[in-house]
């Protein structure tokens, strides 16, 4: 294990570095970029890294399915934070080109729906064509092969390149969601601003179980934040659904709910509870009546009350 | 304390005294009749007697207010066990009076819309006037008060009447339910087939709040059995829930139902849970999938290596 | 059919004619009391009387069970209007008679709950026997059988008594609620301040019935006011339950979800769409969004259109 | 408008032009490639084509979300069928290639997922880079950039290229589903075995919508068949839902469901009800009691009567 190790979905000069270079531990450790999602996690795996930032969701394009589907099915590995970053691009030319003379763009797939107005308006003639990374389109057009990338500003320096135009982002409130994944351990810390991620999987094909898992968030007043289904890879209409709710697993309320999970799905698999980026303990709304650690507390004393006849 | 001494709601002669003594400790205690639900009970709770036999629940006429009120709000006592007691009346006259002769009949309130089809065939001319108890009415025909009353067979000897017509039921598979009450203690050993009962107060109006208290229950896939609304008294629209369900306190699925009840519910009371009366463990129904005592103590392990970072 | 004829459950005296002494269409009508519930309903069935007042629920005692069974499986009826009065009892004696002079009291067994706590402070001494009716009970007095009567003030002259003592009732609020029923026939007109009254049989023992049957009404956004078991006479665990909403059965909501309720169990009765008693229109709370009449038509236009491929 | 113009997901050879020689209907049409899903279905919208076909979920890979996100929030589109087609890859070579000479390897970007493992077995150090599509993958190993491609077999003539290996699919059971999509319209016929698919945004952040929107579906009794979430662009945290049901919109539970949606929700887009691939009427499984159409036709009499007094 080398605990000095980060990797990250590379390469260097991605949003993925920017948002790891947002967590206070990235200074002192070895930041190492990778070819791709799996191979960033499976570093994580083999213990030649000691943690991986990856990209998880973003605001415009919705679930990063490599991401999804490696924590869902691959080795077993946990979330312990998450960075929520803005996402702007900006258009990055070799020095002295001008916005005139640009007639090939480049970028990751994912950057050009979200630049897909701003092109429409600004560069109707351009020809886009897809690079593996934003980071790889400036380094094509660093070497010539296209006139203009879409990439983090930050990018420009690494490939000698010059924003021409800054701050593009058709959508307002672009951001990427990223998590930072270990090997399974002791989850995160509870701050009384947390989310617990799990992937559940329905038992068979009958038509309520969605029903009844969101049920068990439902009935211990446990607020779902996302679900996404991904397929099993048994067929269409197989499906297993990855869940973010508020709370944390020692939170009474959110272990109650994952045990109901555990009980009626033939598999969970626990991702991790994790503070939520950018939510301040104090911003955290009121919970359901009934459902705080002390409510349960009090519940669990009525009980043996009750069971040593003494209500 | 008095452990050779139970109560029941008398006087002598009742279906209560009979449902009492088919119970196998009857034989050993000593039987006390007493004037009301709530005398029978009192004597429970000042401990003049260990326990005390009231029927709760009529398949004909529906629940016994007085003992659902008395158990709801009164001091506290527990259900042990419950019995289930075929109701057929008899018509009871002094002997050599034939039908006839009968111009008055009389019996409990209660008996009277289980016989009420009967008597328009049979005796469509008897004027009914109540009586304060089946026996009572017994007593009265024995004093030439009335020419016939309704009762049970077995009161015809303790007041020298006989059963003109036997087996008078109007309906089919008329029951009566009886529920043995004690002083709160330890509740009746798990048999596998148990019941647990309890009074629910609803917190404010706010309209979903029953559907709330029946989610917690079915959240758990615990079966209710029974439940009866009753006025708490503060006026119209106040109510609180007399509710029995099937399973025993300790079975998980049900301890993590009450304890929902709890958190959710201003006042929930425990009275008890207690084998149900005519069915054997065997014969009881399958649980609903992940709710047995084994599925709990699987999710729990689950749930304590995910605590521990081993999942 | 007499038009001009009401029954009200008797005899003279009670409670029931106070309550319909408070419709103003009363005082046109010839007012006959009658000896039962039955027997006040039957004259509505067989056209002798055009309604008939009878009591329903009491914020004390609970719900009047030979009401709710009549209405359940007698000849059907249906509630036009309902009556709330509190109740409160007067100790009605003889003239010249004492408090300390009362020895035996007596009253309509409903009555007794709603003195009992008068009675030990101040007569802990006194009898009680019940009387078929607190007017009965009044005359039983004059007639020299009891010392004292529990009955409403107004019953007083008719029966040559005084009113000893006024405003007496255990619980504040206490009320109790009439319903003015006749033979089925049009609704009573919406007013926006309604209630809506159905009887519901369980088409079998399965356990999640009565929650299906509850959500029928929330899945509608419509607010139950009152749940009611009763069993249905085929023995013990088997119910029906007498059920009020909020609403009117001509408010699309209420329609959908009573309509629901026939689609799923195997026998509703519509008891009737009647105003809430001192409820006025202004004072009803929000719906919940989106089950106003309103959207209900904006959905069916929605639902149209995009059958028609025009959405 | 040209009735005769189908367009479809291009270039030619593709899977999707494959699923759409599938439909009888294709064989009388002039069939068009585009270069990408909003072209393909800007065709349509603009009335250059009558109708397209495009790729809307893969079993391994998960939905399609450039199709995904034209349909919810692009021109106004409807879906009239769906082609279900088992995914096997060929791996295409120019003529005399041998497995051991291949160094490079190309395919759509979706299809290295679902053919990782046996390249891993097969050709554990060839270099993958993905192509714009399938058929482009191969175009490009006839003009010598790469050694090998990805693509269905049937495009094998068609780039004078020969299918070394064959049925490769790390799956089993793999399968893409298509839909034929055209401009607002009336639905598809009814057919028995019938899917309903909208778009269904929540209207605030309020925990419980979600499961809101399942119930408006549960409380008819309509199975849910897939549920996915895309996000709004209005930043993380915000979706709407892509859902598909069984039946059809003029099935009464199905009409109901979605009219419940459309009141609860502020924006719900109807897609179209169109025959389910692969599946014929009679296997198609029994309803929920009480939700066929006939059960609503005797609920909406039973009403009327309700509401005339004939009940």
Same mark, same amino acid.
């Given at each position: !294990?080398?605990?000095?190790?980060?990797?990250?979905?590379?390469?260097?000069?991605?949003?993925?570095?920017?948002?790891?270079?947002?967590?206070?531990?990235?200074?002192?450790?070895?930041?190492? @970029?990778?070819?791709?999602?799996?191979?960033?996690?499976?570093?994580?795996?083999?213990?030649?890294?000691?943690?991986?930032?990856?990209?998880?969701?973003?605001?415009?394009?919705?679930? +990063?399915?490599?991401?999804?589907?490696?924590?869902?099915?691959?080795? @077993?590995? !946990?979330?312990?934070?998450?960075?929520?970053?803005?996402?702007?691009?900006?258009?990055?030319?070799? @020095?002295? %080109?001008?916005?005139?003379?640009?007639?090939?763009?480049?970028? *990751?797939?994912?950057?050009?729906?979200?630049?897909?107005?701003?092109?429409?308006?600004?560069?109707? *003639?351009?020809?886009?064509?897809?690079?593996?990374?934003?980071?790889?389109?400036?380094?094509?057009?660093? /070497?010539?092969?296209?006139?203009?990338?879409?990439?983090?500003?930050?990018?420009?320096?690494?490939?000698?390149?010059? @924003?021409?135009?800054?701050?593009? *982002?058709?959508?307002?409130?672009?951001?990427?969601?990223?998590?930072?994944?270990?090997?399974?351990?002791?989850?995160?810390?509870?701050?009384?601003?947390?989310?617990?991620?799990? +992937?559940?999987?329905?038992?068979?094909?009958?038509?309520?179980?969605?029903?009844?898992?969101?049920?068990?968030?439902?009935?211990?007043? %446990?607020?779902? !934040?996302?679900?996404?289904?991904?397929?099993?890879?048994?067929?269409?209409?197989?499906?297993?659904?990855? +869940?973010?709710? /508020?709370? *944390?697993?020692?939170?009474?309320?959110?272990?109650?709910?994952? !045990?109901?999970?555990?009980?009626?799905?033939?598999?969970?698999?626990?991702?991790?509870?994790?503070?939520?980026?950018? +939510?301040?303990?104090?911003?955290?709304?009121?919970?359901?009546?009934?459902?705080?650690?002390?409510?349960?507390?009090?519940?669990?004393?009525?009980?043996?009350?009750?069971?040593?006849?003494?209500?």
């Amino acid at each position: !294990m080398s605990p000095s190790r980060y990797t990250y979905l590379g390469p260097e000069g991605t949003f993925t570095e920017a948002a790891l270079r947002t967590l206070p531990e990235a200074a002192t450790r070895e930041l190492i @970029p990778m070819v791709s999602v799996p191979a960033t996690l499976d570093a994580v795996r083999s213990g030649e890294a000691a943690a991986a930032l990856v990209p998880i969701e973003n605001s415009v394009e919705g679930g +990063v399915t490599a991401t999804l589907d490696e924590l869902a099915t691959g080795g @077993p590995l !946990m979330i312990y934070r998450e960075v929520l970053l803005p996402i702007a691009f900006a258009l990055l030319v070799r @020095p002295g %080109v001008k916005l005139s003379d640009i007639k090939t763009v480049t970028g *990751h797939p994912v950057a050009q729906p979200q630049v897909r107005k701003w092109l429409a308006k600004h560069l109707p *003639h351009a020809v886009w064509e897809s690079a593996a990374s934003n980071a790889d389109g400036a380094r094509l057009v660093q /070497e010539g092969r296209y006139d203009a990338a879409f990439a983090g500003e930050f990018a420009a320096a690494t490939y000698g390149l010059e @924003p021409l135009v800054s701050d593009i *982002h058709d959508a307002q409130n672009a951001q990427t969601r990223f998590v930072l994944v270990g090997r399974p351990a002791r989850p995160a810390a509870r701050t009384g601003a947390d989310k617990t991620s799990v +992937v559940i999987w329905l038992g068979d094909d009958h038509p309520g179980a969605l029903l009844e898992l969101l049920q068990e968030y439902a009935a211990r007043g %446990v607020n779902m !934040m996302r679900i996404e289904s991904r397929p099993t890879g048994e067929g269409i209409g197989r499906y297993c659904f990855s +869940v973010d709710c /508020e709370g *944390h697993i020692t939170d009474r309320r959110v272990a109650e709910a994952l !045990m109901g999970l555990k009980r009626i799905c033939p598999k969970v698999r626990f991702l991790g509870s994790y503070p939520r980026a950018g +939510v301040d303990p104090s911003d955290v709304g009121e919970l359901r009546h009934g459902t705080s650690d002390a409510d349960f507390v009090v519940a669990a004393e009525w009980l043996a009350r009750c069971q040593d006849g003494r209500a």
